[in-house]
């Protein structure tokens, strides 16, 4: 054998092998993105499965709140078996419902925004997580002026992915109220506005020693959030809430939507 032959067979085996690991790479990589989807699947499956059961285990029924006003949907509501309820999850503040949408969750509190960030009620690992008020509401949806509830917006379509859709003006008009129910009483979460804001936004509030800082956090809403026709008067002395979400408009983009909240009979 000649050394150009020889050279030219060396040649071909380096690039056979190299064509050899560059398959191997390429199938692991497939193996890899594989499992991650299965997982991920699983992991909404598992978060699905355990909500239905927790809808049951509390024993959320649909009621009619009354005549109300505005749409037919502000009528609606739900029952909460709260005395066994709470006995088995304490952190449990409340339970979000909306006609003719997916959520229909328990809204938890820890110590921290970490704990059911990807955590079910029962503690175990879970994509979906669970719906959680913010640590530093120190007195959620009774004293504080401004309440958070964070939730992930699912590709599944669950949880708070539907919260982007506030800022679709058939949307709103569709879906102008939610219902919360808590141990203590209940409520309408009448919407009244929608905007998107970073992660480290100061609209994250807490802090509101008196009627003026409260007015000026209402005219920022109604400065920069995105507004609409919702027949909604909200007052320095109301309550309010924020449920945010991730969205991808840009880097820790997030969809807020304001409500205010407007107690209803048990």
Sequence with gaps: MSRTTDRQSRTRKRKNLILDILIVLLVLVMVFCGVRIIQALYSYHTG???YHALQKEAGVTEKKTGTGSGSGSSEDGIRVNWSKFNRKYPDVKAWLWQKDTVINY???QSSDNAYYLHRLLNGKWNGKGTLFI???NTHPFTKDFLTIIYGHRMRDGSMFWTLADYRKEAYRKEHPDMFLSTPKGN??????AADTIPANSPKYQFDFPGA???RTYLRWIRAHADM???GVS????DHIVMLSTCTYEFDNARAVVFA???PVSK
């Design 134 to 136: 913010d640590f530093r």
């Design 48 to 50: 699905t499965k355990a």
């Design 187 to 192: 409520y309408r979460l009448r919407i009244f």
């Design 106 to 108: 328990p809204v938890a």
């Design 212 to 214: 003026d800082s409260r």
């Design 260 to 262: 205010k909240l407007e």
């Design 234 to 237: 909200v007052k320095a002395r």
């Design 228 to 230: 609409y026709d919702s």
